[in-house]
């Protein structure tokens, strides 16, 4: 028996945001084995057991593979020919009936930079509306906000090798041993050599328990933590007084602001010892080359992008960002191609390269290549789209790889959304639960199926290579699109996604010199990159920041509490968040072997809690939100605190996003996963 692979494929992996480049081998016409990349950059010949082992979703018996329509309410099988026309035609009258805004799209952060690019360009243009979002509005926009009101530009500024020479970390709100485990693994080695760690989670993480501090910080308390640091470490000098004068504007403001709020009320809003905020602050204070990491229990709360600005405070205070010395800050970014979804201008307010839309100059430019007007008023964010389609205002929508009804907060309120639209699309791999809700229903290609670009939380642009082909009639998203767009008598242009990273590269200074002939020539390659002869720039604002003045800018930013909190009848507050062996709405990962691992999920809360609540390893729990219910298998552990619990939303059986409150991030619009109030009943 030979079970050699007769191909080998270098591509990137298609889960987390790490982008770990890995050989696909292939026998017969499925993925025999995927090994890490030895010589990647990024990963460096590691990989985790997601990206090596969680493959066998891609030949799964019940991948779509053949278009469905709905006749009543059934999703029957049809042909290509008669799905698009029913597409054009719907999406047509619509259009012309209620006007170009009574439809959206979600695109996807799985899909590849020259899918989301093409995405847009079809909803701008054969549309004629901006109502276009990609699922960073529910994790990393306040990141995008926030470092770019800071900075100016929505990126992390240093790479992940700057990790290597960092003598102190602050990691916050992230767990990357099980969501991004190659970052958690070079945090891990960094630690083992001899850096200092602080840790900012209300959980007990692996990386917690090997801190030098562990701020165990209530859910929702971060803006208080981030300025009491910011208090400390001008208290006591620990300042780059230069970076700040010659190179910050606003810093009178933070000081004033910090002064004005006492340590010990910052200790006691964030359930913490004032002690330890002054331990942090010293650690991070003194080190030499502090690095930030963070995730999404910063981004998704209420106040996410004051987070977000809070924290980037610290950076600016030791001025370890934009010089040589300091190891920058870096959100981890949550799906594969989150970064680069957004970088491509699936998004409502922003075309390609974060160019506004509001921008006459900038429209008038991309019209000039497009061909026609393009609409200058910013379209709908992802949660004003369900609102809208309760409201009637919205009339069709049009999902890319994505499972809203699954994954998206106030999950009820989600599918009453869908329910209300007069025609709903969805291109997927498998049929979701957003598909199952859908008209028509496209099959999708994987990213084992797929070629393209991708870019990684640090920016890094890499080849996406197709491994496999499509089962069945499933074809990319990319090809999706330009049959809808030709059966509305569209030609979008860009055949290959070759070409519509060229387009994409031509009208946006900040990805001018890229190209897939250079990835391919070169390897990754971060952004900005504004010429073909020069590389990306891994480290940003070495000679300025991207502000109209050149200067970063502090933010006085108060602490302002989460959406909802514990009360006499919600008690408890539920996080969500991820496990090592699975993904996401586990899609994927819940049709491999995976499964073995982690077969099902459960609810952790504190032993005190249990016996408060008469409940064992192993019962049966009753999760009741003010938005709705869940039941879940209770796991007793000390890794949460007293009054908190934690659960994922890999599986559906455990439908924790019916929980989830519809609070959003004042700025962005991104939901509040990581504070619901919630009560606790046993069985
Ligand atoms: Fe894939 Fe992330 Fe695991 Fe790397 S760390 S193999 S990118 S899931």
Known sequence: LDLRPTTTTTTTCGYCGVGCTLDVHVRDGAVAAITPTHRAPVNRGHACIKGRFAHTFSRADDRLTAPLVRRGDQLVETTWDEALSTIANRLTSIRDEHGPDAIAMISSARATNEENYLAQKFLRTAIGTNSIDNCSRLCHSPSAAGLTASFGLAGGTNPLDDLDRTDCVLLAGANPSEAHPVVGARIKQRVMAGARLIVIDPRRTELASLADVHLQARPGSNV?????????LIEEGHLDRDFIEQRTTSFNDLAQLVQENRLDHAAEIASVRAADLVEAARLFGRAQHPAIVYGLGITEHAHGTDGVRALANLALLRGSVGTPKGCGILPLRGQNNVQGASDMGALPDLLPGYQPVTDAAVRDRFAARWGGALPGRPGLRIPQMFDAAISGELRALHVIGEDVAHSDPNANHVRSALRACDFVVCQDIFLSHTAELADVVLPAASFLEKDGTFVNFDRRFQRVRPALIPPGQSATDFTIVHRIAEAMGVDLGCRTPAEALAECASLTPIFAGLSHQRLDAEGPLHWPCQTPDRPGSAVL??????????????AARPYLPPGEEPDAQYPYTLITGRRLEHYNTGSMTRRTQNTELLPGEALELHPSDAAHLGVVEGTDVTVTSRWGQATLAAHVTRDVAPGQ?????????????????PHTDAVTGCPEYKVTAVDIGAG
């Open 645 to 661: 619990v934690f659960t994922s939303f890999h599986f559906p059986h455990a439908a924790v996003n019916r929980l989830t409150s």
């Open 541 to 554: 604002y070495l000679n300025g920041f991207a502000t109209p003045d050149g200067r970063a800018a502090f």
């Open 224 to 232: 208080a933590v981030f300025n009491a640091i910011a208090r400390v």
